[in-house]
Structure formats: C-alpha cells, structure tokens
C-alpha cells in the first residue's frame, strides 16, 4: 500500500508559482507512475499531469498545458508539480495518485493522497 502526501498549497496571487510535492511512503516508488488531479468546489475532479514511472513520458490536461511541469525524483520518493502564472480559475484541492498503469494513473489512480489547496486570487 503506498501512503502518498502532498505538500506546498497556499495563496498567491494571479501570474505567481507554486511548487507542489508529493511524498511517497512506499520503497518501490519508482515503479509508480504518477498524475496530479484537482477539484474545485462543485466541479468534477480534473485531471492536471502526469509521468511515467522513470520520468520519460509525461502528459498534461489542455488547462495547464505550457504553464505547469510534472517532475519526479525517485530517489527522493517524490513527484512534484511545479505551477506557473496561476491564474483565479487553477484554485482547487490538488490530489496526487500513483498507480502501475500510465493509462490508470491519468483516469483513476488506485492510490491517493489526501490533498493540498491552492488558491490564486484575482
């Protein structure tokens, strides 16, 4: 079971950066593949990036296309989403989620971490 846990959500202000982190518990992280979600209040949950377990491939949603990067560190047991010139409509609950399957990971991960919020304030 891995136990995943994000961290460096907060406030910014529209045009800033964030970097978001997710730490893995689990020794074979680096067999994960790993994807960014998020969900705003009464909106569905989004998908935002994702990368594949050696860091080769990744893939983005076409709302954060060009502004966020997906990188991980399997060394450190840590993904991370780094997000650029936020804007109002990026403010969500992020999730991260592992799951052996690239094609899974980018839908419905079978593991999750418990969230971290960002707001971009206009």
């Known amino acids: 079971q891995v136990q995943l846990v994000e961290s460096g959500g907060g406030l910014v202000q529209t045009g800033g950066s964030l970097r978001l982190s997710c730490s893995a518990s689990e020794r074979t992280f680096s067999t994960y593949n790993m994807g960014w979600f998020r969900q705003a209040p009464g909106k569905e949950r989004e998908f935002v990036a994702a990368i594949s377990w050696s860091g080769g491939r990744t893939y983005y949603g076409d709302s954060v296309k060009g502004r966020f990067t997906i990188s991980r560190d399997n060394a450190k047991n840590t993904v991370y989403l780094q997000m650029n010139s936020l804007k109002p409509e990026d403010t969500a609950v992020y999730y991260c989620?592992?799951?052996?399957?690239?094609?899974?990971?980018?839908?419905?991960?079978?593991?999750w971490g418990q969230g971290t919020q960002v707001t971009v304030s206009s």
């Open positions: 989620g592992a799951d052996f399957s690239i094609g899974v990971v980018m839908s419905t991960p079978r593991y």
